[in-house]
């Protein structure tokens, strides 16, 4: 039988921290459950393509820090909410992880710590997005990318 193909699962761990400055429980909530489906998104739409068949890479967050807290953008907008950040915030994302080949055993693991403080210094005007956690989705990828994408996927299985 074909072996199935290569995925990715992502969780929260039980007492992970979500860093948003805002006040209100609810928002952090739901910014917390927005945060999760992007990031797995994305590493489920890079998983085929970098890990070997039967590969499950799985995530487990410890502290995500959104630099700055999500406010409501009003309802005269097409947008539910937007994000308010100061110069010193950092975007950032600390998770372990492993991979697992197709008989379920450990391959590679680990812990991570990214950091991404200079998209504040950005130009605003790159800013303005419409995808969700743009930022936490590019530092997720660039990491998954240089540790799994490389030319020759046979030294991963």
Known sequence: ?????ADAKLAFKKDAQFIEESTDRLI???SAKRLK?????????????????GQLLELALSEVNSA??????????TRSDVRVVK??????LTFDFRLLDADKKVVDRGSVN????????SDPADRIVTESYPKERALLTEWFKARYCAADKSKSS
């Open 1 to 5: 039988a074909a072996a199935a193909p």
């Open 28 to 30: 952090r909530k739901e």
């Open 37 to 53: 489906s992007a990031l797995e998104d994305e590493l489920k739409s890079a998983a085929p393509r970098c890990l070997n068949e």
């Open 68 to 77: 700055g807290w999500m406010a409501s953008a009003g309802a005269n907008t």
């Open 87 to 92: 110069n010193s915030w950092v975007i950032a």
């Open 114 to 121: 990214l950091r991404d403080s200079g998209f504040v210094g």
